[in-house]
């Protein structure tokens, strides 16, 4: 199962460590892929969408789902 989300203010290569740290945090072993021209984060193999999120905004974003 893979979940998306646009992060809008999500612009720079440290703001992509940022993110994928927070969401490896929040759920181990799941894959993150980054898209930062287009600001979206696919999360794969994560089981709760809400608390990868939550781990988003926690680390300082705004993630909206796709």
Same mark, same amino acid.
């Given at each position: ?12 290569? #440290? ?11 929040? !759920? ?10 287009? #600001? ?13 999120? !939550? ?12």
């Amino acid at each position: 199962m893979s979940i998306e989300f646009q992060v809008p203010d999500m612009t720079c290569g #440290h703001c992509v460590k940022t993110i994928t740290g927070a969401v490896n945090q929040a !759920a181990p072993g799941a894959t993150v892929t980054v898209d930062l021209p287009s #600001h979206r984060v696919t999360v794969a193999g994560a089981g709760e969408a809400d608390k990868i999120e !939550a781990a988003i905004r926690e680390a300082g974003y705004q993630p909206a789902r796709v």
